[in-house]
Nanobody, 124 residues
Framework: QVQLVESGGGLVQAGGSLRLSCVASGGTFSYAGMGWFRQVPGKERELVAAVSWTGDSTYYTDSVKGRFTTSRDNAKNTVYLQMDSLKPEDTAVYYC?????????????????WGQGTQVTVSS
């Protein structure tokens, strides 16, 4: 079973940047598609970005395209989410998740392992 620990959240002004990291332990991280989800109170958890196990395929939801970049370093069992040009509407708890598939990274129901989440707050 994969354990995931996120870090890097915090408070930033609009237009600023943050970089989230997610370190995985246990399981077979290198073969898992990895995703970043976010959730605000009263709304469903949303898949924001994802990367295949090889790193050569990525997914972004429309609202973050051109601003967020996800990548992974399988040697370090770590996945990253670089968030630039942040907006107040990006405020949420961000979760790292591991899929049971190496591809099909857009398939939200395949994500079975979750981190504890990290708060990102963007002030206007």
């Amino acid at each position: 079973q994969v354990q995931l620990v996120e870090s890097g959240g915090g408070l930033v002004q609009a237009g600023g940047s943050l970089r989230l990291s997610c370190v995985a332990s246990g399981g077979t991280f290198s073969y898992a598609g990895m995703g970043w989800f976010r959730q605000v109170p009263g709304k469903e958890r949303e898949l924001v970005a994802a990367v295949s196990w090889t790193g050569d395929s990525t997914y972004y939801t429309d609202s973050v395209k051109g601003r967020f970049t996800t990548s992974r370093d399988n040697a370090k069992n770590t996945v990253y989410l670089q968030m630039d040009s942040l907006k107040p509407e990006d405020t949420a708890v961000y979760y790292c998740a591991a899929s049971t598939y190496s591809a099909y990274i857009w398939l939200t129901t395949a994500y079975k392992y979750w981190g504890q989440g990290t708060q990102v707050t963007v002030s206007s």
